[in-house]
Nanobody
Framework: QVQLVESGGGLVQAGGSLRLSCAAS????????MGWFRQAPGKEREFVTA????????YYADSVKGRFTISRDSVKTTVYLQMNSLKPEDTAVYYC???????????????????WGQGTQVTVSS
């Protein structure tokens, strides 16, 4: 069984920073692209960012470009989301997800991802 566990969420003031982590266990993720999605109350889930298995390819939603950075550790079992210059509109539950993609592509489509974490709440106060 595969598990993805997010951590690092919390309450922060606008302009502040948070770093989310997503720890993967249960099998090797060396050929998995990893993505971050978020869902605010009353809104649909939306893509935030993704990184391919080698770390050589990343993609960001326009709403977070220049403020958020995705990375993964050298062992490829933990993915990070560094969030800077946070805005109240970034408030949401953040989910990490894994997509088996040995080709190295990244996808923005949630349905393409095979495994999901339970989510971590991020709240940005104005």
């Amino acid at each position: 069984q595969v598990q993805l566990v997010e951590s690092g969420g919390g309450l922060v003031q606008a302009g502040g920073s948070l770093r989310l982590s997503c720890a993967a266990s249960g099998r090797t993720f060396s050929r998995y692209s990893m993505g971050w999605f978020r869902q605010a109350p009353g809104k649909e889930r939306e893509f935030v960012t993704a990184i391919n298995w080698s770390g050589s390819n990343t993609y960001y939603a326009d709403s977070v470009k220049g403020r958020f950075t995705i990375s993964r550790d050298s062992v490829k079992t933990t993915v990070y989301l560094q969030m800077n210059s946070l805005k109240p509109e970034d408030t949401a539950v953040y989910y990490c997800a894994a997509d088996y993609a040995p080709s190295g592509i990244v996808t923005t489509l949630g349905d393409d991802y095979d495994y999901w974490g339970q989510g971590t709440q991020v709240t940005v106060s104005s």
